[in-house]
């Protein structure tokens, strides 16, 4: 299609330049396609050439037209509605675009200028919980992302960084070992739940401890206000209420409030400790340091973050329940991505790359790009890059998530040379990625401005947004169930199974499922907050995948019936009468391909490719209704039809495996 749109250019601009002596280079003629309510295939607006030829757009448009018509084979007829000239292409062209398509191997790699060498990192999961349906369109995206890329001739490398370690896993571990009872992943119960469960308990407990200790805190200040006695003057009353008010205020200020009191508690513990100590005071006040300090120690936030630490330090009581409860989360992971046809050919794993993380603040301090405040916490300065200073080691020496990501970004590129890294991270992370392209600027580093944020939105369901810490997320593996459910039951109503054994309808069901899943999720643009639907998503009609699954299977039927009655696709068109509209506008659409997979590699959009195998799929539709395929009586047609349904079939197939959905070959 490129190919013919080229050689239209060039009539194009031949026409222009002996009609009206003027040159208008081959960039400025802009071709699209005809509406479906005129007569053409193709059309050129003229409108912007008026100033140029001295012409009015209709006038243009009649001239080129005329002069196309009597000089160049390409063009058959022409209709010009105010400033459109709507060209219709000759047949002979149609044939040769078709015989052009049909003769390429299968699985051709589409030429591109774009990046040679590409890492796409995608899923990256966290092991304290299963995934759910915000990480089902993080995977399907890199997944189909990755495929896309390869489609171009590009080595594409797709990469799993797993968040596995941090104070998320310590929330389950720290769960886990108080209340777990030695509980182990069941057949009922998978790894990545079992962890899972124990994170929400976490969070249940956490919410609990900080409401009590915030009443506590304020209990304390409500004392000292209303405290009078004879017996004792609280010497340091005024210095108590305003150290215990300034506590309250810290902890609102912060989002997370049990971070915050784990923070600001213990400044509060050391006064009321010093100030118990200080003679004639009021001995309340040693009560009140006693119960602050048993309630700080009890609560589970602080627990979590001294375990973090003695993980840290290598405890290996602490590693072994790490590792153990990543071990089941794993397997469980490995489950869930076979299920949805996700691989990866390379993992990473935080706890492997932390540690050259830090050894890059430790570079970027020696080189002076970053600075150590007073309590020991290191920092970088964007104020410049339009950003702000951000956190890169904890004053206790832990890593935060960038720490870590300076190290992996270093060992990608260690491994791979990357003229290209693409991290599909969901859009609330904007800001962080900025960061992090920044602050790899700031030490650099080559591999910098090879980064590329695939920032996407986020899925909402009709009952809400999720949340994982309440335990209200859409379990991935629950909701791939469903929809296969949903897809089966669609497929029974329609009747569509004769013939098909129990393992194959099966399969059958799941290839829907999933392919319904993933196309409703990828043919949104993935700059776009989207809504999922599950019910609208298995529908076997309108722009769905199971449509377009469907299509693929009456193509396969045909294909048989036609080798049955003996009929081989035509290889010699040379003969062959008038092209019905419908076989043209199919040509056309199966022509687009080589397009539409260099504007999805150029975009990282699945959704074009999407679109397009939707658009195919209906334009074969209308083309199986208009035409008659084995009661045609011309045998050179009869064969057309066929190779013509033998193409679509093996592009719908190139398509749909490009957002990684399989196609039935019965239904």
């Not at 459109?84 to 200028?113: C, H, M, R």
């Not at 896309?148 to 594409?156: D, F, Q």
């Not at 009581?317 to 489950?335: A, H, I, K, R, S």
Request: aromatic share 10%; charged share 25%.
């Amino acid at each position: 299609m490129q190919q013919l749109e080229q050689t239209l250019k060039a009539a194009l601009g031949a026409a222009i330049q002996t009609v009206f002596g003027t040159e208008v280079p081959a960039a400025q003629l802009t071709l699209q396609p005809t509406r479906k309510e005129f007569a053409g295939q193709l059309t050129l607006v003229t409108f912007p050439f008026t100033k140029t030829l001295g012409k009015g757009p209709e006038q243009i448009g009649q001239a080129v037209g005329e002069w196309l018509v009597a000089n160049s084979p390409l063009v058959s007829g022409y209709n010009v509605v105010k400033g459109f000239l709507n060209l219709e292409i000759a047949d002979a062209e149609w044939v040769k675009l078709f015989t052009s398509l049909y003769q390429q191997p299968a699985g051709a790699p589409v030429t591109t200028e774009g990046p040679r060498n590409v890492v796409v990192e995608y899923s990256s999961p966290n092991t304290n919980k299963p995934l759910h349906l915000g990480h089902l369109r993080n995977n399907f995206l890199g997944y189909s992302v990755a495929e896309i890329l390869k489609a171009t001739g590009a080595t594409v490398t797709k990469a799993n960084l797993v968040n596995d370690r941090g104070i998320h896993i310590c929330k389950s571990m720290l769960a886990y070992q108080e209340i777990g009872k030695k509980e182990r992943p069941s057949s009922e119960v998978k790894g990545d739940h079992l962890v899972g469960q124990y994170y929400v308990l976490f969070e249940s407990v956490n919410k609990y401890q900080i409401l009590h200790a915030r009443e506590l805190v304020a209990s304390i200040l409500q004392f000292f206000v209303e405290y009078k006695s004879l017996k004792y003057d609280i010497i340091a009353k005024e210095f108590i209420k305003q150290l215990v008010k300034d506590t309250l205020d810290n902890v609102d200020k912060e989002e997370k409030k049990d971070v915050a009191f784990a923070k600001f508690l213990p400044r509060l513990i050391r006064e009321l400790r010093r100030l118990s100590k200080v003679k004639n005071e009021t001995p309340l006040i040693r009560y009140f340091y006693k119960e602050l300090d048993r309630t700080y120690r009890n609560l589970w936030i602080v627990k979590a973050q001294w375990m973090l630490r003695r993980w840290e330090k290598g405890d290996k009581l602490t590693w072994n329940l790490w590792e153990q409860m990543n071990g089941w989360v794993y397997e469980g992971f490995d489950v869930t991505y076979r299920t949805i046809g996700v691989d990866f050919d390379k993992y990473y794993y935080e706890s492997g790359t932390y540690l050259l993380g830090k050894e890059r603040v430790e570079e970027g301090l020696q080189k002076g790009v970053f600075f150590k405040k007073e309590d020991g916490s290191v920092w970088v300065d964007l104020k410049e890059e339009g950003l702000d200073e951000k956190l890169l080691l904890r004053a206790d020496g832990t890593s935060v998530y960038i720490t870590q990501d300076l190290g992996t970004a270093e060992l990608k590129y260690q491994d791979f040379g990357y003229d290209l890294s693409v991290y599909v991270i969901a859009d609330e992370q904007n800001y962080h990625m900025q960061v992090l392209r920044a602050v790899l600027q700031k030490l650099g580093k080559p591999y910098a401005d090879a980064i590329y944020h695939l920032s996407y939105g986020m899925v909402d369901l009709p009952s809400g947004k999720m949340k994982s810490r309440e335990g209200t997320v859409v379990d991935a593996d629950e909701l791939v169930r469903e929809v296969v459910e949903a897809a089966k039951a669609a497929t029974l109503e329609k009747g569509k199974t004769e013939g098909l054994s129990d393992d194959e309808l099966a399969q059958l069901y799941h290839m829907l499922g999933l392919g319904a899943l993933k196309y409703y999720l990828l043919k949104v643009d993935p700059k776009k907050r989207m809504l999922f639907n599950p019910e609208e998503s298995v529908k076997l009609e309108g722009d769905t995948g199971p449509f377009v699954q469907y299509s693929h299977a009456r193509i396969a039927a045909i294909l048989r019936k036609a080798a049955e009655m003996g009929i081989n696709p035509a290889t010699d068109l040379s003969i062959l009468p008038e092209l019905p509209a419908a076989a043209r506008e199919l040509v056309q659409e199966l022509g687009r391909y080589a397009g539409v997979v260099q504007e999805a590699a150029r975009t990282f959009s699945p959704a074009v490719v999407a679109q397009y195998a939707y658009e195919v799929a209906r334009a074969y539709n209308r083309f199986y209704t208009d035409i008659k395929i084995f009661t045609e009586p011309n045998e050179t047609s009869r064969s057309f039809y066929v190779a013509l349904s033998a193409l679509t079939g093996r592009t719908i197939k190139a398509s749909l495996g490009l957002l990684g959905i399989q196609v039935p070959e019965r239904m």
